[in-house]
Nanobody
């Protein structure tokens, strides 16, 4: 079992930046990758970014590519999401998740989820 705790959300003006953190504990070695997803009110949860625990492969949704950067610190079992040039449409609850099997961009592929952290981008 992997426990995940997100932090770093908040209120920011459009064009601003935030960095989200996701601290993982437990059987982190059993997970192939970590992902960030987000869910806006009335919308389905959507993929944002993913990173493999080993290696440097990174994956992004088209809507955030070039603005968001996912990174990791293996020694700290922590994954980060640096969000720059934020837009009001980035407003959502952001979740990190530990991958189990399947496509990295599909929420059902992830077995463990954090509680989420709210990001609000004002115009």
């Amino acid at each position: 079992q992997v426990q995940l705790v997100e932090s770093g959300g908040g209120l920011v003006q459009a064009g601003g930046s935030l960095r989200l953190s996701c601290a993982a504990s437990g059987r982190t070695f059993s997970s192939y990758a970590m992902g960030w997803f987000r869910q806006a009110p009335g919308k389905e949860r959507e993929f944002v970014a993913a990173i493999l625990w080993s290696g440097n492969a990174l994956y992004y949704a088209g809507s955030v590519k070039g603005r968001f950067t996912i990174s990791k610190d293996n020694a700290k079992n922590t994954v980060y999401l640096q969000m720059n040039s934020l837009k009001p449409e980035d407003t959502a609850v952001y979740y990190c998740a530990a991958h189990s099997s399947g496509s990295l961009s599909d929420a059902p592929s992830y077995k463990n989820w954090g509680q989420g952290t709210q990001v609000i981008v004002s115009s």
